[in-house]
């Protein structure tokens, strides 16, 4: 089983409507991040969880909301989808660092690809 | 947060050695420097980590001079699978909540 999954995998709605992406981890990472991607832009940030209670903002946090569930459960919701929110969004882990140096490395998800028609 | 420059793309011939190098003129002193790989429709892939000098792996090097101002991901003898975007990131992974940026990253097509 993978270590990260999202669901759904492919998720097409339409403008005003709210849609939930979850992302599950069997890692026991404290860390949990969520990205989108757009051709041409690379990843981007839009919120980020370093435990239960931490919930911070990323680059692009407007029109997204997130929930820590559990550790093992981090969820990305749009409160009301618009057509720029077409994307492919990944959810991704990572350990806390338990030394100066540690490599800190995120093990990412297959990845959602929603579209807002 | 510091900014990193990689070109936007490369192409190699199965075989050869590639090298991708990555600007990053305003690295903070507690920076440390990663690469990442991602092949389409799937999530990035963490490939190698340093700070300074040079750093090894099974799977590639990564060269960081002096200045730290700049580095080069190394990867021997690709292959026609080593075709994916690679993502030069920079930020401080140790400890504290700096975020890193991912960029736009470098296409490598390898050419058979």
């Known amino acids: 089983d993978a270590d990260v999954t999202q669901t759904p995998r492919n998720r097409i709605t339409k403008t005003g409507k709210r849609i939930m992406l979850e992302c599950s981890q069997t890692k026991g990472h404290d860390r949990m991040y969520w990205y989108r991607q757009d051709p041409g832009l690379g990843l981007r940030l839009i919120y980020y969880s370093f435990d239960v209670k931490d919930i911070n903002k990323g680059e692009i946090s407007d029109g997204y909301s997130v929930s820590r569930q559990a550790q093992a459960k981090f969820s990305l919701s749009l409160e009301s989808a618009i057509p720029n929110q077409t994307a492919l969004y990944f959810c991704?882990?990572?350990?806390?660092?338990?030394?100066?140096?540690?490599?800190?490395?995120?093990?990412f998800g297959p990845g959602t690809r929603l579209t807002v028609l | 947060l510091a900014k990193t420059t990689q070109p936007i793309s490369m192409d190699s011939y199965e075989g050869q050695e590639v090298n991708i190098t990555c600007s990053h003129n305003?690295?903070?002193?507690?920076?440390?420097i990663t690469w990442y790989q991602q092949f389409p429709s799937q999530g990035p892939r963490f490939i190698i980590q340093?700070?300074?000098t040079k750093v090894t792996n099974e799977v590639a090097s990564l060269f960081i001079p002096a200045d730290r101002k700049s580095s080069t991901l190394s990867l021997p003898r690709v292959s026609l699978s080593d075709t994916a975007v690679y993502y030069c990131l920079v930020g401080l992974l140790s400890g504290g909540y700096q975020k890193v940026t991912f960029g736009t990253g470098t296409k490598l097509q390898v050419i058979p």
């Open positions: 991704a882990t990572s350990d806390s660092p338990k030394w100066a140096g540690d490599n800190n490395e995120q093990f």
């Open positions: 340093g700070y300074k």
């Open positions: 305003n690295i903070a002193t507690n920076d440390y």
